[in-house]
């Protein structure tokens, strides 16, 4: 199960006046949850829709599947689900989710019970009957979101699923993805929410301005930033505190969150050190633990130093 | 291909379904009921047994002509004739003036008045040798009226006038028997039982069922492509259809609908017809009244016709579409779609020029352009038959031109429907199509 499902090779494309992808390559193991992550304008959707086959790349190739075809002609193993929402809106619900499983190749009749149990899984089994336009826009979003997976396909390329959504339907919809993953089916999203990232992806790819610049599988990445980051929640004299963190030779960096903080210490540092700093200080101390990096804070890491172009290589090097 | 059916299949059933549709439909045949029954229940109303009262200052008999010939002249014929006018003569000799006035005072001219009166007639001397006859009455306005009444009148006043002159008038008025064209037309060395007023009708009404069509369901292709791209819903398709999949089973999804209300319509037209004394009776008026009527249609010039139309149609969908696809809202549409109205309008248009040499080399030229043919071919072939080489040599050329559009709009459509924001010009277009 070592095969690759997504192969990108150098992979860019211009717009007029910008460069919207630069030489981006990637690649997607069989089964698991891969995440693209970037902030916004970084590129995801374009890399996404010259995946889909919807615009053709400058440079570079994109194989699918491991099959020379477009990935148009591969539709019926791949589930879609765009960016930019759309549907028919003076279409039933049912006829609707019907006819976008039948452009995928299934057969009429097995489309209309494969969207209605879909339908009910989702809690939307009385609205079938219902137009698009009377649905609320999160309804509209899981009719959307059923469309790409009706099909059951291999390959599911999902952007930006779960903006949009209320904490409840964003639940069950991850709860769907994580489960598309677990039949052994590829599930490839992107999105700028780490939390969603983080809770779910087995790898990652970050880019920024058309640009990779993190890939590989989350536990190793954060292995990377691992070990040397220590979340603090003061009871008193978080100034004192905030005093301590400006030490280089203890800190490197620290990201202040009011009651606490996440503190990232200096190569040479270690956490014993801090910690007896801290209290020689005097700061009331309810929280000292040792963390892995979250993701958010990698994102903003990385991203952010790619942006102000600061030592980066030192922190990565680790 | 399974596919391509499926898009066909949905545009088809969301637009029967939709209430336009329904509304279309049904008022299609209201509309021929309308045009068929009305005139008739107009006739009914209007000028049936109107009251004339005859001021009559002429000495002899010439008033009682007058009133015989106004109580003779019927509406509608046998059984169901009813009688035009209802008319009193009053002798008035010298008096004629006064009589006039006190009847114009009395009755005020008008129906709600005791025993009303609808016109004064006033027949005098100098009617008879000037040609001039005074009515008064409220509906003076009505030209149809006003002609019934001096068809009546006319022949009474020359009749009199030929007595006085001491001819025979039975003699002088046959003899000046009007000469009436009967036209028959000739088909392909066969007397057929159409007038020329049919064959013109048949031509005009074929051309306008096509030009309808492109009206109301080629801008249907058009607005459905932008409606598309509005919803943002063309990023999901074209992740599983090719722009060409796409724009065929739109075209003739669309195209099916407008067989189906057009053979609604044609059918109800039918039905109408064969019933139309039935349907007349049932709105009480007269069952022999003037409506329209169908000019028979052979097999032969049908089957030119739906290919034409098919062809036609077609051709201006799969332009519609293009033009839909350069646009983003339908206002943006108004003018890119100038090119496409103006060879509709000059192919209806062309229709007058063939009539008078439906074989000339005007004719002919137009029938090689395939945007015109649909157009043109079947109104030749209505009004005179076109050999079977030429024929197929038209249906040939349209075919390639056809071919030849729907590639160019197929290219333009692919790049068109993704390409959101500012309206694509002209300059925009050539490049897309030159793209691979």
């Known amino acids: 199960m070592n095969d690759v499902v997504l192969q990108v090779d150098g992979v860019t494309k211009r717009f007029s006046g910008h460069t919207a992808v630069k030489h981006l390559s990637m690649q997607v193991p069989r089964g698991g949850i891969f995440g693209l992550l970037g902030p916004n304008g970084a590129g995801k959707s374009t890399t996404i829709r010259m995946i889909m086959n919807i615009i053709l790349p400058d440079e570079g190739k994109i194989n699918v599947l491991g099959s020379p075809s477009s990935s148009r002609a591969l539709s019926s193993r791949i589930g879609y689900l765009p960016e930019e929402r759309g549907l028919y809106p003076k279409m039933r619900v049912l006829d609707q989710l019907a006819f976008l499983a039948e452009v995928k190749g299934i057969a009429r009749s097995e489309a209309k019970a494969k969207a209605a149990a879909w339908l009910e899984r989702l809690g939307l089994g009385e609205w079938k009957l219902k137009k698009v336009q009377d649905l609320s826009k999160g309804m509209q979003q899981k009719v959307q979101f059923i469309s790409a997976l009706i099909h059951e396909p291999e390959l599911v390329i999902l952007d930006e699923p779960f903006s949009g959504l209320d904490p409840v339907n964003s639940q069950v919809m991850r709860e769907v993805v994580i489960e598309m993953a677990r039949q052994g089916r590829t599930v490839v999203f992107s999105t700028h929410i780490m939390e969603h990232a983080e809770q779910m992806c087995d790898r990652i790819v970050i880019i920024a301005r058309g640009e990779k610049i993190v890939d590989g599988a989350l536990s190793d990445i954060k292995r990377q930033f691992g070990g040397n980051h220590v979340i603090v929640a003061f009871t008193k004299n978080a100034d004192r505190a905030m005093r301590v963190f400006e030490d280089k030779t203890l800190v490197s960096k620290v990201s202040d969150r009011g009651a606490s903080a996440e503190v990232t210490l200096a190569p040479s540092a270690d956490s014993d050190t801090l910690l007896a700093t801290l209290v020689k200080e005097g700061v009331g101390l309810s929280r000292f633990e040792l963390s892995e990096a979250s993701l958010q804070s990698i994102f903003i890491e990385k991203v952010g130093l790619e942006a102000a172009v600061a030592p980066a290589k030192e922190m990565s090097g680790e | ?436």
Request: aromatic share 8%; net charge positive.
């Open chain 2, 1 to 436: 291909m399974n596919k391509v059916f499926a898009v066909i299949r949905r545009e088809f059933i969301e637009r029967v379904r939709t209430r336009a549709f329904l509304i279309a439909t049904l008022l299609g045949p209201l509309f021929f009921i309308g045009i068929s029954v009305l005139p008739a229940l107009l006739l009914r109303r209007e000028s049936v047994g109107r009251r004339v009262v005859i001021v009559n200052t002429t000495s002899g008999d010439f008033g009682a002509r007058i009133e015989a010939a106004l109580a003779a002249a019927k509406k509608g014929t046998g059984s169901e004739a009813v009688a035009k006018y209802k008319p009193v003569r009053i002798d008035a000799a010298s008096r004629g003036q006064e009589v006039r006035d006190s009847l114009v005072h009395i009755t005020g001219l008008s129906k709600q008045a005791e025993g009303g009166v609808d016109g004064i007639l006033i027949v005098d001397e100098s009617g008879i040798t000037t040609g001039k006859l005074t009515y008064l009455g409220a509906n003076v306005g009505s030209p149809r009226d006003m002609d019934d009444l001096r068809q009546v009148l006319n022949p009474v006043v020359i009749t009199e006038r030929l007595r006085r002159a001491g001819v025979d008038p039975v003699v002088a008025m046959g003899a000046a028997t009007p000469l009436a064209l009967e036209t028959r037309k000739v088909s392909e060395g066969q007397l057929t039982n159409e007038s020329g007023g049919a064959t013109f009708a048949l031509a005009y009404g074929m051309s306008f069922i096509l030009y309808i069509a492109l009206l109301l369901y080629g801008t249907q292709v058009m607005t459905s492509v932008i409606e598309e791209k509005s919803n943002r819903i063309m990023e999901v398709l074209m992740s599983s259809l090719t722009p060409f999949q796409l724009l065929l089973g739109k075209v003739v999804g669309v195209g099916l609908v407008s067989l189906l209300q057009i053979g609604i319509w044609t059918t109800a037209a039918k039905l109408l017809r064969d019933h139309q004394s039935q349907i007349m009776r049932a709105f009480g008026a007269s069952g022999d009244a003037a409506g329209f009527s169908l000019p028979a249609m052979s097999i032969e010039l049908l089957a030119v016709f739906i290919t034409f139309f098919v062809l036609g149609f077609l051709l201006y969908s799969a332009a519609y579409a293009a033009v839909g696809s350069m646009c983003n809202t339908v206002q943006e549409t108004q003018q890119a779609q100038m090119p496409i109205m103006l060879f509709i309008i000059f192919g209806l248009m062309s229709m007058f020029a063939l009539l008078n040499e439906p074989n000339g080399s005007l004719a002919k030229a137009l029938s090689l352009v395939p945007p015109l043919a649909p157009f043109v071919v079947p109104v030749r072939y209505s009004i005179a038959p076109i050999p079977l080489p030429s024929l197929l040599l038209y249906v040939a050329t349209t075919i390639l031109g056809l071919l030849a559009i729907v590639w160019i709009a197929a290219r333009i459509y692919r790049v068109g429907i993704l390409s959101y924001g500012k309206k694509a010009s002209f300059k925009d277009m050539a490049r897309w199509i030159r793209a691979s």
